[in-house]
Each structure stands twice: as C-alpha cells, then as structure tokens.
C-alpha cells in the first residue's frame, strides 16, 4: 500500500539525549515536512523539503535538525538543545514544486521526555 | 507572517444537525487545504480548495479568496465526524502550509 509512515509511535527521550525520528513514504513525492503539535493547538512547521538534498528551516526550527539523503525518507532529530520537546511530531509529502497540491500526513510520532 | 482563524474553537452537535465552520486569512495564499484530525491524531485530507466551492458527500466547500475566507459546511453530522478540522493556508512566496488552531467538533449521538 502507498503511504507514509512514522516510527515509532512512542517515544521516550532523557534529559540531554538526542533522539531521531522516522518518516517514509513510498508515494514518490518530492516535497516533505515536518510539524510539531502541542496539546489543543493547530501544527507548527519545523523543516521541509522540496527535494533531495536541499531542505529548508521552518517557524520553529531550534533544536532540531533533519536531512534529506534518499527521496522516500526525511528522518527529524530532536537535539538536547529543544527545552521542550514533549510533543506530536507529523511528517507529510506532497507531490512535487507546485503550489495546487495536497499534503498527505503520517500517522504521527508522540515524544515525551522522563 | 499570516494570520489563521478559525471559528468557532469548540463546537458540540446533536447527530444530524448541520454546521458551518470558518477560516479567516490574513493575506493572499496560493492554496488552502481543510484537514480532519480523528481522535488518535490522524490528519486527514478534505479539500484543496483555493477558490471557489467543492462538494464530497456531506461535506463542502466555499473559498472566497478576495475576501480572504473560506467556509467548511457539515450536513447531517454523524459522530463519526468528531475531531479536530484544521485549516491550511500556503501564503504567496512561501512553499509550506501554515495552520489555524481548529475548529473541535463532538457530535452526539
């Protein structure tokens, strides 16, 4: 089945650690995001990407970090320097550069920190 | 950068009244999408939808991009419909969606 998937589904993170998080889709799209949501509120951008090797900061983008090696995959690392990173990461894809396009989301990554 | 309203923020429906919901924008967009968010965070999505007016079942549609808003109707609500509905805008020169805080809709049986 086409799609995009997040793993895990849960994670758990110590203070200082880094951790990364998975996404990949196998719709071959070229543009990928990445966005935050907090408890009750609407989806923050942190990173995106139009296209291989080239990705661009968001509205949010301290303390984290991403890369864009392979088309189907836009992995996210929460870096120890993120004060807050308890929150619901969603990854999506859209087609390609054109702006009449449709973002199609993941299944979503919950971080909590111990 | 632009502004996403929506209204209202919490919106309880006895099973098969009828809603409309809204989106206020704060400058010109080049897209604007409508997503439904399920109860265990999945994003789905409703309507691309930068002008002009689509129906899908009982769901539709009406951009009105000169006046900067857009509205989601709901008819014959069913609880399957509870969650989140979010809208989406691309604002012009800039390639990435920025989202209203939502609308939460319960309907009950």
């Given at each position: 089945?086409?799609?995009?998937?997040?793993?895990?589904?849960?994670?758990?993170?110590?203070?200082?650690?880094?951790?990364?998080?998975?996404?990949?889709?196998?719709?071959?799209?070229?543009?990928?995001?990445?966005?935050?949501?907090?408890?009750?509120?609407?989806?923050?951008?942190?990173?995106?990407?139009?296209?291989?090797?080239?990705?661009?900061?968001?509205?949010?983008?301290?303390?984290?970090?991403?890369?864009?090696?392979?088309?189907?995959?836009?992995?996210?690392?929460?870096?120890?320097?993120?004060?807050?990173?308890?929150?619901?990461?969603?990854?999506?894809?859209?087609?390609?550069?054109?702006?009449?396009?449709?973002?199609?989301?993941?299944?979503?990554?919950?971080?909590?920190?111990? | 950068?632009?502004?996403?309203?929506?209204?209202?923020?919490?919106?309880?429906?006895?099973?098969?009244?009828?809603?409309?919901?809204?989106?206020?924008?704060?400058?010109?967009?080049?897209?604007?999408?409508?997503?439904?968010?399920?109860?265990?965070?999945?994003?789905?999505?409703?309507?691309?939808?930068?002008?002009?007016?689509?129906q899908n079942g009982r769901l539709s549609?009406?951009?009105?991009?000169?006046?900067?808003?857009?509205?989601?109707?709901?008819s014959?609500?069913?609880?399957?419909?509870?969650?989140?509905?979010?809208?989406?805008?691309?604002?012009?020169?800039?390639?990435?969606?920025?989202?209203?805080?939502?609308?939460?809709?319960?309907?009950?049986?």
């Open positions: 089945d086409g799609g995009i998937t997040q793993s895990p589904k849960y994670l758990f993170r110590k203070e200082g650690q880094n951790v990364t998080l998975s996404c990949e889709q196998n719709l071959n799209h070229d543009a990928m995001y990445w966005y935050r949501q907090d408890p009750g509120q609407g989806l923050r951008l942190i990173y995106y990407s139009q296209i291989v090797n080239d990705f661009q900061k968001g509205d949010i983008a301290e303390g984290y970090s991403v890369s864009r090696e392979k088309k189907e995959s836009f992995p996210l690392t929460v870096t120890s320097a993120q004060k807050n990173p308890t929150a619901f990461y969603l990854c999506a894809s859209s087609p390609g550069l054109a702006a009449q396009e449709t973002q199609y989301f993941g299944p979503g990554t919950r971080l909590l920190v111990l | 950068g632009i502004q996403v309203e929506q209204s209202p923020p919490d919106l309880i429906l006895q099973e098969g009244a009828n809603s409309t919901l809204r989106c206020n924008f704060s400058d010109s967009v080049n897209n604007l999408q409508w997503f439904h968010q399920n109860p265990w965070g999945q994003l789905i999505n409703l309507f691309y939808i930068p002008s002009g007016t689509k549609a009406t951009t009105v991009a000169t006046e900067r808003y857009s509205l989601l109707y709901i014959s609500s069913q609880t399957t419909d509870s969650g989140v509905y979010f809208c989406a805008v691309e604002p012009t020169g800039r390639r990435a969606l920025t989202f209203g805080s939502g609308t939460r809709l319960q309907v009950q049986p």
